[in-house]
């Protein structure tokens, strides 16, 4: 258990639909990553949140957002939803978010879009 | 962007066989190259990192080597037990905060 909890475990919804993902970092983890993984892409990173402060960004389609919160738990909020968004989504944290830290993942949410 | 190439996609080893696998990256700038194992229905969990003022690193059972003239890096298993079974990743960072992954090895050790 890497201590990073991650809610829904599976979510199923239908095309245009939204859906927000819920992520808990690890007990003093500042920095928290998304990422999507699918079959035909692997791993692709999202964006990362720092202390409540965007820091990176990555492959992120303009239908999604995220933001952490004062509690440092983050949501990513998909909208607009297309068949080709059902993925793993997964949620890292780290201690910080400018050094090389391990990255301690959850357990991902499973999102179909039938 | 950086682009990390993975192989093979899948490999299949005897118990006590070891298994390598092998990662190029495109940015000369990336200097942090850590690897990740995925077990079904799992996230990814670190077992091994090497930064780019170090050529290798070995962690008991597990090393990476790290060819930096040559853009590329290896993550060997020696003596291979069926626990070791699993998706593994290798992934490069340029600033720590965005890595960019592999498209990951389907490791099958076969008792």
């Known amino acids: 258990d890497s201590g990073v909890t991650q809610t829904p475990k599976h979510l199923i919804t239908a095309t245009g639909q939204r859906v927000t993902l819920r992520c808990s970092p690890r007990s003093g983890d500042l920095s928290v990553y998304w990422y999507q993984q699918s079959l035909d892409q692997g791993l692709q990173f999202l964006i990362q949140?720092?202390?409540?402060?965007?820091?990176a960004k990555g492959n992120i389609l303009e239908r999604f957002s995220a933001q952490q919160f004062p509690d440092l738990h983050s949501e990513l909020n998909l909208s607009s939803l297309e068949l080709g968004d059902s993925a793993l989504y997964f949620c890292a944290s780290s201690v910080v978010g400018s050094r090389h830290n391990e990255q301690f993942f959850g357990p991902g949410t499973r999102l179909t879009v039938l | 962007g950086e682009n990390v190439e993975q192989h093979p996609s899948t490999l299949s080893v005897q118990e006590g066989d070891s298994a390598v696998i092998k990662c190029t990256y495109s940015d000369s700038a990336s200097n942090y190259f850590p690897w990740y194992k995925q077990e079904l229905g799992k996230g990814p969990q670190l077992i091994i990192d090497i930064r780019s003022n170090v050529g290798e690193k070995k962690d008991q059972r597990i090393a990476v080597t790290l060819n930096k003239t040559a853009k590329h890096f290896s993550l060997h298993i020696t003596e291979t037990q069926p626990e070791d079974s699993a998706v593994y990743f290798c992934a490069a960072s340029i600033t720590g905060n965005q890595f960019y992954f592999g498209t990951g090895t389907s490791l099958t050790v076969i008792p």
């Open positions: 949140y720092y202390n409540g402060e965007e820091r």
